[in-house]
């Protein structure tokens, strides 16, 4: 931005001053919004949604554990530990729902938002410990040990199974029926409580199958490999299925940018405002399942006085949380940097973690 020293250093001062503005108007609607947190409709969607799954798997788990100490089976057991694993996960996502709509205060300016993707975290490392490992164990052990189990246990336990396939299948479908009502494909599994349910339940239908297949192949050939080999297949999905899940929650716990639709749509708003002369740099960042922090980097066209650049700011960044509504907070930082320098920024160049 061009103009003596001293008329930079009063845009800039009035720039501030609009940005803290409009922060307190955000501590204030927040105040306002009473200490108890909201919940949405499809919060509450998929609150149900969990607790079905979650009422589902402590059932399945009983009876998955039972059946396999009576017929001594590793896969059943290791089924059993799925099915354990899944309900603390549960647990974890009921959590991250209610948690996640805390209003900001003063120790997170910000909200608690990414706590939605923190128990996220912990739930995809409860599947690698308590699901996938103890599959891997039960496995070997199988192998190990090279016992012979019961008929009548195995029959037993494959009537758990079958139990356990139509209750995993029912919360399953709940599952998927939620994420076609809030648009389907990558826009329903956008909320980290829901993917991880679907996730869940997809694995342990496969993985019921896959055990039911190895008690089968077991009992009519008398080879426990088979059993084995579905046990140690059922802890490589498992440890799959954490890894994709955990590194989703990782990325965003860190800062991952907002959608690409977003940040264009927040530039194109930015450039077609005929005070800023260019935009040197946009940032976003996610704050949670549906707040963004938005800030941009800009140079306004030369001769405006320190009214007026407050003026501009404050209609900007109106401008931005109507046209993107999960913009909670906006910043603006007026700037007069050279062209070289804004050119080398992540946000400029597209480099990962630039918006």
């Known amino acids: 931005m061009t103009g003596t020293p001293s008329e930079r250093h009063t845009t800039r001062t009035a720039e501030r001053n609009a940005g803290s503005n409009n922060e307190r108007a955000a501590e204030e609607k927040a105040r306002g919004s009473g200490d108890r947190p909201t919940e949405s409709n499809a919060d509450r969607r998929t609150r149900v949604t969990v607790l079905v799954a979650l009422a589902a798997n402590l059932v399945i788990a009983v009876a998955k554990a039972a059946g396999g100490l009576f017929a001594g089976s590793p896969a059943l ?9 899944d309900s603390l996960n549960e647990v974890f996502l009921l959590a991250a729902l209610r948690r996640s709509r805390r209003p900001a205060d003063a120790r997170h300016p910000f909200g608690y938002g990414k706590e939605r993707f923190f128990w996220s975290l912990l739930a995809a490392v409860g599947i690698f410990v308590m699901g996938g490992c103890f599959s891997f164990f039960q496995g070997v052990e199988a192998l190990r040990s ?7 246990g195995y029959v037993a336990g494959l009537i758990v199974l079958g139990v356990a396939f139509l209750a995993e299948g029912a919360s399953l479908l709940r599952a998927l029926h939620q994420v076609r009502k809030q ?17 869940e339940d997809g694995t342990a239908v496969l993985g019921v199958t896959l055990a039911a297949i190895g008690m089968v192949l077991h009992m009519v050939t008398g080879q426990v490999v088979w059993e084995a080999s579905a046990s140690l297949a059922i802890g490589a999905l498992l440890v799959y299925v954490a890894y994709r899940l955990g590194r989703e929650a990782r990325d965003q716990l860190i800062g991952e940018a907002a959608d690409p639709e977003t940040g264009a749509r927040i530039r194109a708003l930015l450039d077609a405002q005929p005070e800023i002369d260019s935009v040197e740099a946009l940032f976003t960042m ?13 140079d306004l066209m030369p001769g405006l006085d320190s009214e007026r650049v407050e003026e501009i700011a404050v209609r900007i960044k109106r401008s931005i949380a109507a046209t993107v509504p999960e913009a909670d907070q906006i910043f603006l930082d007026v700037t007069d940097r050279g062209a070289r320098e804004a050119a080398e920024s992540p946000a400029a160049t597209g480099e990962r973690g630039g918006a």
């Open 146 to 152: 090279d016992v012979d189990e019961k008929l009548s």
């Open 77 to 85: 057991l290791s089924e059993a530990a799925h099915s354990v694993a």
């Open 183 to 199: 648009g389907g494909g990558v826009a329903g599994l956008r909320d980290p409580a829901l993917r991880t349910v679907v996730a």
């Open 286 to 298: 996610k704050m949670g399942l549906d707040a963004a922090l938005v800030a941009a980097r800009v």
